[in-house]
């Protein structure tokens, strides 16, 4: 069974940085790709960023909209992986609840394919 288990956010003014963290409980194999997803009112869920890890290497994805402010990393052990999103030169258009998802396969974009999900935190920028 994964678990999906989320923190940070918060709000901030245009130009700042906030960091996002998601842990996620489970072997390797269950967890899968990891990614973080967006929500603003009245728009669809975005894919913002994933990374996954396979033979020793570790692939990491962006939309374009983030590429270049926003990196994901990741920290992990047989037990659980520790998901980080910095996000940096953020912008009022990057405000949205933010959603940490596990157990992904095939596009890392499409959120039909993450099977769990974290709580959601909110991100709000000020301009």
């Known amino acids: 069974q994964v678990q999906v288990v989320q923190s940070g956010g918060g709000s901030v003014q245009a130009g700042g940085s906030l960091r996002l963290s998601c842990v996620v409980f489970?072997?390797?194999?269950?967890?899968?790709?990891v990614a973080w997803f967006r929500q603003a009112p009245g728009k669809e869920r975005e894919g913002v960023a994933s990374?996954?890890?396979?033979?020793?290497?570790?692939?990491?994805?962006?939309s374009d909209s983030v590429k270049g402010r926003f990196s994901i990393s990741q920290s992990q052990d047989n037990n659980k992986a520790t998901v980080y999103l910095q996000m940096n030169s953020l912008q009022p258009e990057d405000t949205a609840m933010y959603f940490c998802?596990?157990?992904?396969?095939?596009?890392?974009?499409?959120?039909?394919?993450?099977?769990?999900w974290g709580q959601g935190t909110q991100v709000t920028v000020s301009s």
């Open positions: 990374i996954i890890s396979s033979y020793g290497s570790r692939w990491t994805d962006y």
């Open positions: 998802a596990a157990g992904g396969r095939g596009p890392w974009n499409d959120r039909e394919r993450y099977n769990y």
């Open positions: 489970g072997s390797t194999s269950s967890r899968g790709r």
